[in-house]
């Protein structure tokens, strides 16, 4: 079993970026996939961006699409969510997952991490 750890959140303006972390004890997150939701207050959960275990392919929301970018590293055992022109609709909660499948197509967490907030202010 996989834990997982986010760390990187915090209060920043809009159009400033932030670099989240999510790191893997336990096992080699390598082995998995990863991901990245979000949760705002008295919203759902909502998948952000996927990366595959290898890290050939990846998967953004069209919400987010064009500002956050992901990837991992397998030497430090990590995964990245790095988020650029931020705005106020993106505060929220980031929650990093970790999936035992291949495809990213419709991914869902089997493993997850706590939680870091992110608020951008206007």
């Known amino acids: 079993q996989v834990q997982l750890e986010e760390s990187g959140g915090g209060l920043v303006q809009a159009g400033g970026s932030l670099r989240l972390s999510c790191a893997a004890s336990g096992r080699t997150f390598s082995d998995y996939s990863g991901g990245w939701f979000r949760q705002a207050p008295g919203k759902e959960r909502e998948f952000v961006a996927a990366?595959?275990?290898?890290?050939?392919?990846?998967r953004i929301a069209d919400s987010v699409k064009g500002r956050f970018t992901i990837s991992r590293d397998k030497s430090k055992n990590t995964v990245y969510l790095q988020m650029n022109s931020l705005k106020p609709e993106d505060t929220a909660v980031y929650y990093c997952?970790?999936?035992?499948?291949?495809?990213?197509?419709?991914?869902?967490?089997?493993?997850w991490g706590q939680g870091t907030q992110v608020t951008v202010s206007s």
């Open positions: 990366i595959t275990a290898y890290g050939g392919g990846t």
């Open positions: 997952a970790a999936a035992n499948t291949v495809s990213i197509r419709f991914f869902k967490g089997d493993y």
